[in-house]
């Protein structure tokens, strides 16, 4: 990828599946991201602590063990201001619903997704008005 085309922004990612945070991780790489990888959201919030400058998005899985991403992003929004989210789920609809996610959130990547469709909504989440990918969930 040419350096001009190179995506300037941040990126959080969260997954407790070692294999899909390394598989998101190397996609969004390889599109220019900067990606702080985090399998927990403990993690999250130590990788968040730990960056010293700002986080553009924070990428999570809605359900893990621990702390739901929902729970995590409220946690993340009182350290970066203005970070936006979006939210993915391998879990059916009806398990996210019971996490309290899906009826306020606008920015979700259902898994499995190609490169080309969490690119696509990547940059859906990072090109919206400041009102938009910012939801916060009751999780």
Known sequence: MA????APETILL???EQVVLS???DILKDEGYTVLPA??????????????GKIDLLLTDIVMPGMSGGKLFQQLQ??????????????TKYTVVGHGAL?????FIWKPFSPAQL???V?????????????????
């Open 39 to 52: 399998l927990s959201g403990a993690e999250g919030i130590e990788a968040g602590r730990r960056h010293a």
């Open 14 to 16: 969260v997954d407790d």
């Open 123 to 139: 940059r859906e989440v990072l090109d919206a008005p400041d009102d938009s990918g910012r939801t916060d969930p009751e999780t």
């Open 119 to 121: 690119l696509q909504k």
């Open 78 to 91: 009182l350290m970066q201001p203005g970070i936006r989210v979006l939210y993915m789920s391998g879990y």
């Open 103 to 107: 009826e306020s959130v606008d920015s």
């Open 23 to 25: 598989l998101v991780e």
């Open 3 to 6: 350096a001009e085309k190179r």
